[in-house]
């Protein structure tokens, strides 16, 4: 059979597209980082370093030397040959740190969670998915085949009614939520939410990613906080590639949970297993938090430095509830401006427009560190101030139109 394409080929449609992109400001681009950047470059309030242990030498010993021992990679999935004893001294140090029965570690903390609801949900369930979850949670609940309610941002109440009138035949639910949000820092209403599910016979899901090493108890995340880690209808995903500056995703719950997991999780049972230099900079790191729990409480003070300098200038900057600090822009394409002005001046900021913001306000993204100075954290507020466009100071940012995610 012939297949006639356009004049362009079958691929002609991208340029037209890379234009509609580039001309509302959306287009992407990669910048890759030089190793000199990390000592003479910008100030990285970009990333998600939350405690500053990326480059921290004990956590790079810890990479160096599972490397050696272990090789460069994994070599197989974990169900052939990619489990080694790293990754189950990670595992069981993971759940008793953060009050888990059982612990599961992943190459990302997108595959934890593509994992943790595929494997919990299915055609017979629903989802009650919060409106402003992560990527990655919308990609699990689409993959799941189940039935997916999305719940207005922060409302528990909505989220016990979607719940409530769940058709006769679907036997499983699950009510799904970040627990500190990616965008604005916020965190969510977790025992509310408890509560909602509860009621209604539902499981808790929660993706911990920007709440593990910051919130709690040295550390400990905000499902620990909350006092729900380690019931048996609780469900936790994290990453361990932002408070520990390392790489790779875990799913932590109850050991029935786990094991159901290992047997049927597709991004576990067919994606090759965390590299063991990630598995052990992740575990250098987490020994290095035990040891020293209050780099978490220094990433939110620094949060609350950079929030207060913002909003006494004038911008509209969201309270932050762990390390995340947001900036509200006037547009797409003045974030992206204001962005390249900061990185000039010598700071380089996360820039978020649609569709990585579910309201369509595209912001600036700080990321605090526990390990900057308090003089560090006001030259990078200064630089965010100075460099603001006009419109956004004194709530000058404006919404734009709804974008897919």
Known sequence: MTVTGTSEGPFGWIGAERDRLRGAGLERGLRPRTADEADA???DLAGND???LSRHPEVVAAATGAARRWGAGATGSRLVSGSTTLHAEL????????GFENALVFSSGYAANLAALTALAGRDALIVSDAANHASLIDGCRLSR????VAPH???WAVAGALAGRAPGVRRALAVSDTVFSVDGNAAPLPALAAAARAHGAALVLDDAHGFGVVGEGGRGAVHAAGLAGAADVVATVTLSKALGAQGGAVLGPAPVIAHLVSTARTFVFDTGLA?????AALGALRLLRREPE?????????????????????????PDAAVVSVRAPSPGAAVRWAADCRRAGLAVGCFRPPSVPDGVSRL?????????????????????????????????VRESPARR
């Open 41 to 43: 470059g910008p100030l």
């Open 146 to 149: 189940a039935a997916v309610a």
């Open 50 to 52: 939350y405690l500053g």
């Open 154 to 156: 922060a409302d528990p």
């Open 295 to 319: 780099r978490a409480a220094r990433a939110g003070e620094a949060a609350r430095l950079l929030h207060g300098r913002l909003t006494a200038a004038g911008l509209a900057a969201a309270r």
């Open 91 to 98: 595992e069981a140090e993971l759940a008793e740190f953060t």
């Open 365 to 397: 993204r700080l990321s605090a560190r526990a390990d900057l100075a308090a003089g560090e954290l006001a030259r990078a507020a200064g630089i965010v101030v100075a460099t603001a466009p006009r419109e956004a100071v004194d709530g000058g940012a």
């Open 276 to 280: 063991p230099a990630a598995a052990g």
